[in-house]
């Protein structure tokens, strides 16, 4: 419940008082893990994902969150390494096929990344994240209609959870309808 609030000392303190009474707690761990690295504490962040993939190897969140950590430190291989550790114990993992995605993108691989994605919808279309990272693929690729039509799919699955894109996808979608117009 802390973290959720975003009372970081408190979610710590509930964590650690948990870990004390078990430490092979793996939801602990892995929430532990994600409190850290939204803090920028990535060490410990990486430490607390490994804890709980070794005491249970077979879960595909904390294996996620790790990819998660290496892609934001730029470790592009190592991120993909964990994300498709990820989707060989959960094949409809959603997460990591955008996560790789990402991945994908960033290593310019464009075709790759807009596969995972089209794969990630094939399994839940309403995913807010596959649909917003195909229609930038698409805007960037000038597929036009197609980012407009995930654009607007964000937009209806995802406004709630992304609240910070929602202006930026809103911008996008009217230069669309505007380019569209001329």
Request: with cysteine; aromatic share 8%; net charge neutral.
């Amino acid at each position: 419940m802390y973290q959720r609030l975003g009372d970081f000392e408190n979610a710590l303190v509930s964590y650690r008082q948990v870990l004390q009474r078990d430490d092979l707690n793996v939801e602990a761990h892995n929430n532990l893990g994600v409190l850290c690295r939204d803090k920028g504490l990535y060490d410990d962040a990486i430490r607390h994902f490994q804890r709980a993939m070794a005491i249970n190897p077979g879960y595909a969140r904390a294996r996620n969150n790790l990819g998660v950590v290496y892609l934001g430190q730029r470790k592009l291989d190592a991120a993909a390494t964990q994300f498709q550790a990820a989707l060989a114990i959960d094949p409809k993992n959603v997460e990591s096929m955008v996560n790789l995605s990402t991945v994908d993108k960033e290593s310019g691989r464009r075709e790759q990344a807009r596969a995972w994605l089209a794969r990630a919808l094939e399994v839940n279309p309403r995913s807010a994240e596959a649909n917003y990272n195909l229609g930038l693929i698409e805007d960037e690729a000038g597929n036009r209609t197609q980012a407009a039509a995930h654009y607007r799919l964000f937009l209806q699955y995802g406004a709630a959870v992304h609240p910070t894109l929602v202006a930026d996808v809103r911008a996008r979608l009217q230069k669309i309808e505007a380019e569209s117009n001329n």
